[in-house]
């Protein structure tokens, strides 16, 4: 069975890069179809149900990095997104000692440091987002091809390299010093609270598999920086209705401008023939052509299993393999009878990200047994709880806690069936050192292991990012160096995922830039 | 820290390999018999024949008798499997759904950049086996080449010896040795024949241009299959030969030699020596119509498309009777083109020829007013000679009996 | 009283490379020196009767030959030895070998792998391309990206040109091996845990990182750049042990007319109006010099030996923040025979090169963990040589020297200074772990010299004991080493240069800081440089 040809764009995957690049093509004049697996669109950012009346952001449970110009364009205001930064503080967790709380957008204030910590602190943080402001400006662009440069990028990365002389001599020394640093390096050089270095070492390393001391960590803060809400850089916000509600906004808009939504629709192959896309074929059969295809997959997923190896070069497959994508976050929901009290925690301060991190030290150490396919015996964590800021995620009285949890490697030597229970004992222990009695308000819980993550939400190594966000897999090396324009091997098929440039989290960059470069090609 | 009963017994069986450098033959004992010149060189790690008695008169035992090259060191894959060829066909530029069983063609192998990474024969053993005979060594890009295929893929150059019998007599020797339906072999035709309880692959190819065929067996037969052919060759003068005749041959016939005349992609230190099929002659390889994909094809295509090859592989033929080999190719006798990479006085054609590699145009749409720049060392001196050079069509010659069907005794 | 017109601080190698330099072209130069042997951290002392320990460095392939042999080093008795083998013991009672031979190299690898065998031509391809585009940088000076001077603008176009005419492959080959761990860029090549690791110890050795660290691909090239008479990435020893190369370095510099005095440690260097006028020496004399030359690191330059009153606010935080934690050690050994490794084969050559008994990235890796702790390693990785096998002039016949160059070792042990029992206990980690491979190895240890961090910052001054006289990470390397704006060898106090390893290209016993420098004080004194060869071609 074939259906109609007068689609000119299939989007695989209705994740919200899909979303994302399906609406703005579609508002450029394209006919897009989006063909989702699931039953519901978001992907991994959904909003579902863990427990009978508990509901809570699947995976991505913090929005930080929606990217400004997706907002804008695809006028998610209008679409039902309200994002409101309000106080969101980051609560650095001091086990039986006082809290730090980060106040603002990525701690304008801080509470419970000392003055000169304080002091240190904003310096710290001024340059920080300086330097990620130079990151910033490669966000909604493809990366540069250093090897075929065109006039226009040329101009582009002239004007980074003006924005660079711009900081100001030693400011751009430190830039250049400072790109490929460690993060605790760094915090030796200005910081000595050990609960805002631990935050600070969990940022940078959330999401990765590296560790505090491992050179190019500090790339990951810089990564967290270079997000905004409502214009407030290093802002964060849970939005309301869990992530589902972000990206229902984005399908919203997408539905406006004219996309036709498929869901349950399980692609099965991208078709390929002479090195041109013809279309997919669906797991019962259907054949739908295009002459673009946009895979929202994972690079791999898209590669290796959709389009097949036979139709792409061996040096290719080397490289999509030699990516390196194996998650090393868990991720638990909690559904609990009562409100949790942490200590030292102010109860207003709950509905803010709470960071068991004690220390850079401690990040360090739990990375290390990761190395070797064990889970952390203490394990670092980031916790929110989304049903204080909307109640209608959980009974009446009742609450949701959600926690990203590091480091929880895929490849799990004993295996995770026997692994997870452990995994959620150590995190429940660590809880408990926290927030005593926690345990005992526990309703149900569902831990997601990497393994778990890669089955539910077709993520390959079970990786958020679709792929390590290191320095050696960003930029012009993402997802692969030759192919970071998102256009591929197989003409007519692009990536717009968090497998390209600039990579995972709730940021819609992947797919806005992947959509600019489709239109940008065929107005040549 | 334990004992040796720890190590799997094949590899600590292999750590004596560092005592002998130079591996030997399967057919070592005959040639060393036969060895007088004493003159071995390196061939992928085997010790092998340069010369054995005579090198001008091996050579023209190619042209006129039987020649035994021994070609054990080549490199050899065999590939098996249901998706054999439709991995062979994505690996390799030739269409190998056109390569029927019991056939061989040469073919190349490229990398995403359409750069060679090497030529080689591929024989067609059965349906669903096949083997790569080639210059250097791939096994990890033949690997991962085989990700999402049904296919093995194993190296089997020490298990398996070869022999090339080559020249007019050839056949004949092969009849007398009594492998009764060798003269069904065409061009390119492949069949096994019985040797010793086990059998002996014969294929009818070779690297010398001339009438000639090469033989495999496991090595554990080499031995016998080398005594039976001496012994219906002694009265069809079959002799022995070494690399250097057997290099005049394949000059003579035109065929290039990989990391001699091409720089191999994966070996090439400097990135700017690698080359486009279309750049050392192998363009015919090409076939647009090629249903499959294959690797390199975007960038060979796209390379063709917009003209963008930079270099281009010729024979010339050069003035005089002094060899060009590695000189220096000039366009009227002033401007550097290109540089020869094999070149002999061709004894059987009479002529001075060498095979270049020159830049675009020349060589390509500029032909004319071409020379070579040839430093001849004669006593402890350089004759300094700058020779006129005609770009002429490969092979250098020709020989009806190459292909003759049946093959007959010449 | 006399004024020299150079004084260098230090006769470590690349003090005295910078010595023979300025000597050459006509200056008076004087070498203080602390000890009362002169080589730093390229030495030969013998510690017991008969023997001559290599104490620090050991093994030579960095040292550029330009300076060999603009120095005429071999005149003065350099002779550089090339290893013949080499081997990895493995716990399952085999090895891996490394063999010069190309096709035994191979087989040697096929017998874990044949994809490894088949592997390694590409591997290699790569290193040496990445070598080739790095080799040319070592002997000139890094531009300072912030700076509109026209030498820096050219350097820096030289740089950009350098860079734009490599093949996408090979930019795309260049961002790897500055941004990748060794362990990750190993994997894309090879599949067996041996011969990883039998790679991966030159991304380690020296630094304060990991094997799974990033930018450890890095620091694989720094040991893969040096070469032994053109072969790229061999390694040799020097006859006579380290010692020679300081030995000759110093010969060369006397017949030149240069001046050495030992046993003159410098207490301070004299400023005077923001610029440098001599040193001070430890028992209060006063040695003038119209510009002064460290080689000591930038640390122990900067912060111990000029007041801070001299140095602008800025460099001196960076100074500080300068990263020089050391992450290794040394036991140096001789035997009364020959020690028996049953592993091997009679007749093997793999004595006669570096022996590693660390056979898998992970035991590396876990033995930087210890590191990261405070503590020494438990299961150490050692870098194992015995020189006299190849060099006869360092022991009585039948005797042996050997060398092991061992990680980890922190600067301090979980945060408190080594003791002696610490530095007893950290080598019984070494002595157990080879005599695990060799019976009867205790048993023929005449006698034993073991340098932990606190050693080496105490005798040679290496700030930390870090060998490389600072990490060699991204950070501080090219324009960034020692720190950024100060890295083309001269300092915020006028006539006070750095030549030491803590300067661009780094450590290692390279010589290219010393000679570099030295062009540059020359260029400041508007002198020619006639007799300093530019770096060799790569062609």
Partial sequence: ?524 | MTTDSMIPPARHAAQDHFRTLRLASPFQPRLEALGRQEDWYTWAGYKAPQSLWDEELEFFAIRSQAAVFDISPMVKYRIEGPDAEAYLDRLTLRDVTKLGVGRVHYTAWCDDEGHVLDDGTLFRLAADRFRLCCQERHLPWLLDSAIGYDVAIEEETEAVAGLALQGPTSWVVLRDAGFAGSERLKAFDLADFPHEGGSVTVSRTGFTGDLGYELFVPAGAALSLWDRLFAAGRVHGIRAIGYAALNRARIEAGLIVANADFATAEHAVRADRVRQPDEIGLGFMIDAAKAGHYNGRRAIEAARRNKTLRRILVGLEIEGNVPAEHAIVYHRAKKEVGLVSAAIWSPTAKRNIAIASLERPYGDTVVDDLWVEIYAMRELQYQKLMKRAKVVPRPFVKLARRTASPPGIF | MKTWDAIVIGAGHNGLVNACYLQRAGLDVLVVEKNDWIGGAAVSRSLTPGFLYSNCSYVCSLFRPEIMRDLELPRYGLQVIPYEGGAVFTQDGDYLANYRDYDAHRREFARFSKRDAEAYDRYARDVTRQCRFIQPLLLRTAPDPTSFRPRDLGELMYLGKKFAGLSAEEMALTLRFWTMSIADFLDEYFETDVIKANFALSGIIGTALGPMSPGTAYVLLHHYMGEVDGSVGAWGFARGGMGAVTRALADSFRASGGTIRTEAEVSRVLVRGGKAGGVVLANGEEVRGRFVVSNADVKRTFLKLVEEKELPQTFLRRVKNFKIRGSSGKVNIALDSMPEFPALPEGSPCLQADMHFTDSIERMERAYDDWKAGRWSADPFIDMVIPTTLDPTMAPPGKHFMSCFVQYAPPKVEGREWTDADRDGFAESVISQIAAYSPGFRERIVHMEVRTPRELEAEVGLTEGNIFQGELTFDQLLFNRPVPGYAQYRSPVGGLYMCGSSTHPGGGVMGAPGRNAAAEILRDLKRGIKDMSGAHDVI
């Fill in chain 1, 1 to 524: 069975m074939t259906s109609s040809d007068a689609i000119d764009v299939v989007v695989v995957g209705g994740g919200h890069n899909g979303l994302v690049a399906a609406a703005l093509l579609a508002k450029a004049g394209r006919k897009v179809t989006v063909l989702e697996a699931a039953d519901d669109v978001g992907g991994a950012a959904r909003t579902e149900a863990f427990a009978p009346g508990f509901r809570v952001s699947a995976l991505a449970h913090v929005l930080n990095r929606l990217h400004p110009d997706v907002v804008r364009e695809l006028d998610l205001a209008r679409h039902g997104l309200t994002l409101d930064a309000g106080d969101t503080p980051s609560v650095a967790l001091a086990e039986g000692g006082d809290a730090l709380i980060l106040h603002g957008a990525y701690g304008e204030r801080l509470s419970g440091a000392s003055k000169t910590e304080a002091e240190a602190w904003n310096g710290l943080r001024a340059q920080l987002f300086r330097y990620a402001g130079m990151l910033k400006l490669f966000l909604a662009r493809r990366p540069p091809d250093l090897s075929g440069m065109s006039m226009g990028e040329t101009a582009s990365l002239a004007k980074a390299g003006l924005s660079l002389r711009r900081l100001g001599r030693e400011d751009m020394r430190d830039f250049l010093r400072m790109l490929l640093m460690n993060v605790t390096d760094v915090l030796d050089e200005h910081l000595e609270d050990r609960r805002l270095r631990g935050l600070l070492a969990f940022d940078a390393v959330l999401g990765c598999h590296l560790g505090p001391r491992s050179p190019t960590s500090l790339l990951g803060l810089y990564n967290r920086l270079t997000g905004e809400i409502g214009g407030r850089p290093g802002a964060q916000a849970l939005p309301k209705g869990g992530m589902g509600a972000v990206t229902a906004a984005i399908a919203r808009a997408a539905s406006a401008a004219g996309v036709t939504i498929r869901t349950g629709a399980t692609v099965a192959r991208i078709g390929v023939d002479k090195g041109r896309v013809t279309g997919v074929t669906l797991a019962g059969g259907e054949e739908i052509r295009a002459a673009t295809v946009v895979s929202g997959a994972n690079p791999k997923t898209t590669f290796l299993d959709l389009v097949g190896t036979r139709a792409v070069d061996t040096g290719f497959v080397r490289k999509l393999g030699n990516i390196r994508m194996k998650g090393d976050a868990a991720k638990l929901h909690l559904a609990l009878n009562r409100l949790p009290a942490f200590h030292g925690v102010p109860v207003e301060t709950l509905k803010g990200r709470l960071v068991i991190a004690p220390s850079d030290e401690h990040v360090e150490r739990a990375f290390n047994p990761s190395k070797y396919g064990a889970f952390s015996p203490e394990p670092v964590m980031e916790i929110t709880i989304p049903s204080l800021s909307d109640p209608s995620l959980a009974p009446a009285g009742a609450h949701v806690l959600s926690a990203v949890v590091q480091y929880a490697p895929y490849e799990l030597r004993e295996g995770w069936e026997a692994g997870r229970p452990k995994l959620l004992a150590a995190i429940m222990a660590r809880l408990e050192a926290h927030a005593p009695g926690i345990g005992n308000s526990v309703l149900a819980s569902e831990l997601l292991t990497p393994a778990d993550i890669e089955r539910r939400y077709r993520m390959p190594g079970g990786h958020w990012h679709h792929g390590e966000l290191q320095a050696d897999q960003m930029l012009m090396s993402r997802p692969v160096s030759g192919w970071s324009g998102y256009d591929t091997p197989v003409e007519g098929l692009y990536l717009c995922g968090g497998g390209s440039h600039p990579g995972g989290g709730v940021s819609g960059a992947p797919g806005m830039n992947a959509a600019r470069t489709i239109l940008a090609m065929r107005s040549k």
